[in-house]
């Protein structure tokens, strides 16, 4: 099956800083979406991008869908304690059924230091 | 955003018993999904599940899961007799119809089979 490439794994960071983070995939995906986890809850959506080359922010959250397809990162500007917790991103390829199952990477950890 | 609720929250079993884990959509959706994420892992695709019927499936969802939508609104996940490594959280997801392709996801069920 497809398989995706997160990384980094972790990452520890001061408050304020920008983090940026990124998947991989060997094969192409319609759709590339990016949750974020906190611990004992399921994941909630942040972004979702539907076309290649798309570039789309929510608040200090960046993401942008790579021209190839294959790829996808998340970029947080000025973190905040809040921002704790696993993002991970998610690719989905409409094979044209009505399936429309994602596939995760692995996440990312991320800390913030106050 | 569209919501659905989990049931049971937590469930702890002895190994081979039978469990029903259950989601609960707010508005009428015709898609759902279970995904499962073992403690410290990604999120994995079980099973799509369209107008009443599997559409896809993956390779861990053998012989032992089932789904189905008995009365119309909630959709359950049965495990027949469970194992050990059945243990993980079971997320419900769903996607309306007509809509973007994301999906957005429960609170979760951990099951902790002992």
């Known amino acids: 099956g497809q398989q995706l490439n997160q990384s980094p794994q972790s990452m520890f960071i001061q408050e304020g800083e920008d983090v940026s983070m990124n998947c991989t995939s060997s094969s192409i995906f319609n759709t590339w979406l990016w949750y974020k986890q906190e611990p004992g809850e399921g994941p909630v959506l942040l972004i979702a991008l539907y076309k290649a080359g798309e570039l789309t922010s929510n608040g200090r959250l960046t993401a942008q869908f790579g021209i190839t397809r294959k790829d996808s990162f998340l970029n947080i500007s000025a973190s905040i304690p809040s921002d704790v917790g696993i993002y991970f991103c998610?690719?989905?390829?409409?094979?044209?059924?009505?399936?429309?199952?994602?596939?995760f990477g692995k996440g990312t950890l991320l800390t913030v230091n106050p | 955003e569209p919501e659905v609720t989990q049931t049971p929250s937590h469930q702890v079993t002895q190994m081979g018993q039978e469990v029903i884990l259950r989601c609960v959509p707010i508005s009428n959706h015709l898609y759902f999904y279970w995904y499962r994420q073992i403690l410290g892992q990604k999120v994995e695709f079980l099973v799509s599940f369209y107008n009443n019927e599997i559409s896809e499936k993956s390779e861990i969802f053998d012989d032992q899961f089932s789904v189905e939508r008995p009365d119309g609104s909630n959709f359950t996940l049965k495990i027949r007799s469970t194992k050990l490594e059945d243990s993980a959280m079971y997320f419900c997801?769903?996607?309306?119809?007509?809509?973007?392709?994301?999906?957005?996801f429960g609170p979760g069920t951990r099951l902790t089979v002992l």
């Open positions: 997801a769903r996607r309306l119809e007509g809509g973007t392709d994301t999906q957005y």
């Open positions: 998610a690719g989905q390829l409409n094979s044209g059924g009505s399936n429309y199952k994602l596939t």
